[in-house]
């Protein structure tokens, strides 16, 4: 009898199997895109419902490419990059990286803050913003690597706040499904640019970066697994735990993106209500709407996937740096033994809370963040796919001729979208 190459003798349950697919996909639904998906609902209703389905199957081929690199080759994105490509151009898009993660994270930070006072309205926001960025560093440089993994695995939880809120709040279905699989188009520009930053929303540059990282890191705690360009024999298990992980992640993440939207469509919208600066701001337009309840369950959601998405930003950009320069990097190793890995890490959470210290509009902030995550994802993307296509690099593992395709597909949906986005937002844009 042939044994499944994900269950394996043991057949261990499926949230054992799930792991950096998982994270990254509970980590695209950050403060900063819940505030997309709320501005979205609350504008258009369950208009770009569609949006989330067409998502789906580009994140699913671009994040298990990204994991697929990092378990074959043992290196990150980063230091594939620096291994096969211009030295400046791995700098500078590790540096537009690490600037647009700071941006987003300053952002983050501040909807957590807002969040927790309209909870507990006695603490100064200040005091949430220092709370907040402390935990999610001393976390990441304190904890052990597998217990810390483990936390960011069950904060992904914190995400059923949302379809706790869906069921609190009164929802067409039929507008709802007629939205999602009638897509009815417009051609008003607020119309498409919501469409681009949803696509820029769901598909970030810091998710590539953190899912083959984190690939490479389980790998390296494992004493049995190596990559499998030294090791061939893993690969049909260790593809097929990739591709369900990512599958679910991404499955996850763009069902918690449709909860918010619905949420904002079915309360917001319906009240009239069109203009949403933050994920914060919709959890308080919900009190008159939809009662203190939801507004709880969406501020514990801001909170648990801030916590999970902050030092997913704050690691990828520390990995991507570190990858590109050459230093010793990895969650798995002691402080002391990645002094600057980790000290990128508590530099990018620091100025973003100082962002917020100094009074840094969060919108500007996302709006710019969103704009250089747009010129470094088409880039990154097409790095990707020449990466894994290249049978010098990949070897027996390189991709098929259909994920070669959509992978492609997904490039140049995102290189419209990024281009659309960022020429709205620098001539004219809101």
């Known amino acids: 009898m042939s044994l499944s190459p994900v269950v394996g003798v043991s057949k261990p349950r499926l949230w054992k199997v799930l792991g950096p697919g998982l994270v990254t996909g509970a980590a695209d639904d950050d403060p900063s895109g819940i505030a997309t998906y709320s501005q979205a609902g609350a ?8 949006t989330l389905l067409i998502t789906y199957p580009l994140m ?12 074959t080759t043992g290196k990150g994105i980063a230091g594939n990059l620096r291994e096969h490509f211009p030295n400046w151009l791995v700098l500078g ?15 983050d930070l501040g909807a957590m803050a807002e969040s927790g006072h309209l909870m507990l309205p006695l603490v100064p926001g200040w005091a949430y913003v220092v ?12 904890l052990h690597h597998k217990r810390y993994v483990a936390i960011l695995k069950w904060l992904t939880l914190s995400l059923f706040a949302y379809f ?22 417009s051609f008003e520009r607020e119309f498409w640019l919501t469409v681009v930053a949803i696509l820029g929303t769901t598909i970030s540059p810091y998710l590539f970066f953190w899912q083959a990282a984190q690939e490479v890191e389980d790998t390296k705690a494992e004493p049995l697994d190596q990559p499998l360009c030294d ?13 369900l992980d990512t599958m679910v992640g991404m499955g996850f993440s763009n069902l918690v993106a449709l909860a918010i939207l619905v949420t904002s469509a079915a309360t917001l919208h319906q009240s009239g209500i069109s203009e949403v600066e933050s994920a914060a701001q919709a959890a308080k337009a919900l009190e008159p709407l939809a009662g203190r309840l939801a507004v709880v369950l969406f501020s514990v959601g801001i909170i648990g996937t801030g916590l999970l998405s902050i030092p997913v930003l704050a690691g990828s950009a520390a990995y991507a740096l570190g990858e590109a320069r ?3 990097v990895g969650l798995a190793r002691k402080p002391l033994q990645a002094k600057a890995f980790y000290g990128a890490i508590a530099v990018a959470t620091l100025l973003g809370a100082s962002a917020n210290v100094f009074e840094l509009n ?3 902030a996302l709006v710019w963040a969103a704009v250089l995550n747009g010129i470094v994802a088409v880039p990154v993307m097409a790095l990707l796919m020449l990466l894994t296509t290249s049978a010098v690099i990949m070897g027996r593992f390189k991709i098929s001729r259909l994920w070669m395709v959509t992978g492609w597909i997904a490039t140049g949906v995102m290189g419209v979208a990024s281009g659309a986005f960022i020429l709205a937002t620098v001539w004219g844009g809101k």
Not at 93 to 107: D, H, K, P, S, W
């Open 43 to 50: 504008q258009f209703g369950f208009q770009l419902s569609w």
């Open 60 to 71: 699913v081929v671009i994040q298990a490419i990204s994991a697929r690199i990092g378990r």
């Open 93 to 107: 898009i590790v540096a537009l990286l690490f600037v647009a993660n700071t941006l987003n994270i300053g952002a």
């Open 131 to 142: 709370g907040f960025g402390l935990v999610c560093t001393l976390g990441q440089m304190f």
């Open 164 to 185: 706790a809120t869906v069921c609190v709040v009164h929802v067409e279905w039929r507008e709802f499904f007629s939205g999602l699989f009638w897509p009815r188009l």
């Open 231 to 243: 090791d061939p024999a893993e690969g049909p298990r260790a593809l097929a735990r990739i591709k």
């Open 326 to 328: 050459g230093w010793p």
């Open 362 to 364: 969060p919108v500007k």
